[in-house]
């Protein structure tokens, strides 16, 4: 499956724990990451620099579901359901 142009649920909602160029210390949850174009593309995506947990993520009808917010509201409710006490 092919990511839905504009989407962008993956980049926002879930948190990221490893370094990502302009975030140190990675992402939180519910917020962009900062290499998140206006036009919500990957600015580094292909590139060495993008978090070995992005290039692995990969789309799925399960993940993206019928349109963005619902990809955005399952990923947020996933966050949810594996946050650390």
């Known amino acids: 499956m ?3 142009p504009g989407c962008a649920a993956c980049c926002i ?3 990221i724990s490893s370094p990502i ?3 140190p210390n990675g992402k939180p949850s519910n917020k962009p990451c900062v290499q998140l174009s206006k036009d919500n593309l ?3 995506f ?3 620099e993008r978090p070995s947990v992005c ?3 990969k789309a799925s ?3 993206c579901k019928e349109n963005a917010k619902e990809a955005y509201d399952y990923l947020l409710s996933l ?3 594996t946050k650390p006490d």
Do not use: H, Q, T, Y
């Open 2 to 4: 092919n990511c839905r």
């Open 13 to 15: 909602a879930p948190s």
């Open 21 to 23: 160029p302009g975030m």
């Open 42 to 44: 990957c600015k580094i």
């Open 46 to 48: 292909g590139k060495k």
């Open 55 to 57: 290039s692995a993520l």
């Open 61 to 63: 009808e399960e993940m």
């Open 79 to 81: 966050e949810e359901l």
